[in-house]
């Protein structure tokens, strides 16, 4: 059962950053204002309204066709799809069926063995149904409340091939799709619920298993990890593989059984009586796109010198990127490093995204770090503050007052001096050790001075320091 292969489609829906909603004029910023306070005729389908489509809508899914390299269709057409969910105010959703507005396009990402291309069955828009509040767990709660705010958001559902052959391949496409999502400014991948997948994924030659709406980048990763040993499992023991559909309990990292799968003709599709065809052939060449990751990444390597590896990091996310650009003026590797290796770690610990990092007070600390003003451990230190501020609410303070009130600028050449005489003359079995031929007892050596300087020296120039001392005496 371990060689059987794992074979992974998703479907992607994702909130488009419009102001107002897909077949109406009401607001989309709705996350801060009570419930069913953004609603109208249309996005509740009160009987007589009628809708009308949003042309910045249909231009960001454009921009996304484009970028995801796919074919542009010289006319799609809404269609009306059928069934009924407490949110779903109409009975029906307003979607794309057999027309979609884009089709059969690919994205490049790092798989398992190397470069991949995924490919993308089809891109359509359609509009989100509302939103319902569980008291309690889904399956235990004791009654549900349905906010409509949501109903009529405008989403595109990007839909792939079965390519994915991992649930981590499935996290590293989902991650390039955000960024190219970002760079094309379509998508704030930070408001709640923004993004939200449906993973298919069954074992080669068993029955396909859909997993819905799960929120969350690392849930995907999480779900399709807990359906893949579950899947083996059930065949291990002779069992089968139900074709259904399940819910992805986030909280316990397990899935449970929802209903039965649906099949297309389950929804009775029909064409929107309400809409005409949508014929865009004559937008298509006036959209233009932004750098996209890929491109960003290759200039960062030619324009700064940058490894590849920090190249890919740093242009994986458009407000990083930019955030590298505004900080590596003056040393670009240096900035790279600091910013790959050493503030995402931090950041991610805190659960921080870049926007917690002043740029200028970053750009200060590489300042400090440039002219050996401070060492490395004491960079972190500071570093680490200025973030433990901002996550207390505070004022950060700037680096070189840190500095100043913690006394961490570098120690001087005649004080790291003293400091080596001082620890020889402390440590006398480690000297003899050091003579006898053990170079262990030099790394001892290094780190008590290091311990007397509070870490405020080089410990690679100390060692060097020291060995020289050490051997002018022998």
Known sequence: MEDLETIIGLEIHCQLNTKSKMFCSCSTDFRDNEPNTHTCPVCLGLPGSMPMVNKRAIEFALKVGKALNCTIRDESEFSRKNYFYPDLNKAYQITQYDKPLAEWGKLLIDGDNGEKEVRITRIHLEEDPGRSVHMGTTDRGKYTLVDYNRAGIPLIEIVTEPDLRSPKEARKFLNKLRATLEYLNVFDSEKEGSLRVDANISLKGSERVEVKNISSYKGVEKALTFEVTRQRNLLRRGQIVTRETRHFVEARGVTTSSRSKEEENDYRYFPEPD??????????????????????????????????????????????????????????????????????????????????????????????????????????????????????????????????????????????????????????????????????????LVGQVMKKCRGRADPGHLNTLLKEILDKKV
Not at 309 to 327: D, M, P, S
């Open 275 to 444: 809409l005409l065809p949508l014929r865009v052939a004559s937008w298509v060449d006036a959209i233009e796109l932004p750098e996209l990751p890929d491109a960003r990444r290759e200039r960062f390597i030619s324009q700064y010198g940058v490894s590849p590896e920090h190249a890919k990091t740093l242009t994986g996310g458009l407000k990083l990127a930019e955030f590298y650009e505004t900080v590596a003026s003056e040393d670009p590797a240096l900035a790279a490093t600091w910013t790959a290796d050493y503030l995402l770690g931090e950041l991610n610990y805190r659960d921080f995204s870049i926007d917690a990092m002043p740029s200028d007070l970053f750009r200060e600390l590489l300042t400090l770090i440039k002219s050996d003003t401070i060492t490395d451990k004491s960079a972190v230190e500071i570093l680490r503050l200025i973030l433990d501020a901002v996550k207390d609410g505070k004022k950060p303070e700037r680096p070189q007052e840190i500095v100043s009130r913690l006394g961490l600028a570098k120690t001087s050449g005649d004080q790291v001096t003293a400091m080596i005489q001082e620890v020889i003359a402390e440590q006398q079995a480690a000297i003899d050790d050091y003579y006898a031929g053990k170079m262990q007892a030099l790394n001892f």
